[in-house]
């Protein structure tokens, strides 16, 4: 069983910044393409933002675009998710997710999954 381990959420007010990250076994992250996505009570799961193996291409959700960063360290085998900026619409679960298929926005196509972090943003 792949384990991945999300780390970095927490409260904060709206405008401030928060980093989370996940990491994941070598053998997992060294080949896979890593996504962030978010589950707010109520609502389903949905995309945030992805980054390819080589990290060299980022894709993100249009309401985070100019305020989240993906990122990956490969030396760690972690990957990054800056977050400034934040609304109280932000809050949510994130999940960290990798696919050995190319960066995709869409979840079933994620293999495995972290347990979550909490995010929550007060207004």
Do not use: R
């Given at each position: 069983q792949v384990q991945l381990v999300e780390?970095?959420?927490g409260l904060v007010q709206a405008g401030g910044s928060l980093r989370l990250s996940c990491a994941a076994p070598v053998r997992t992250f060294t080949s896979s393409c890593m996504g962030w996505f978010r589950q707010a009570p109520g609502k389903e799961r949905e995309f945030v933002a992805a980054i390819s193996w080589s990290g060299g291409s980022t894709y993100y959700q249009d309401?985070?675009?100019g305020r989240f960063t993906i990122s990956r360290d490969n030396a760690k085998h972690?990957?990054?998710l800056q977050m400034n900026s934040l609304?109280?619409?932000?809050?949510a679960v994130y999940y960290c997710a990798a696919t050995y298929?190319?960066?995709t926005m869409e979840a079933r196509e994620y293999d495995y999954w972290g347990q979550g972090t909490q995010v929550t943003v007060s207004s």
């Open positions: 780390s970095g959420g309401s985070v675009k972690t990957v990054n609304k109280p619409e932000d809050t298929l190319g960066a």
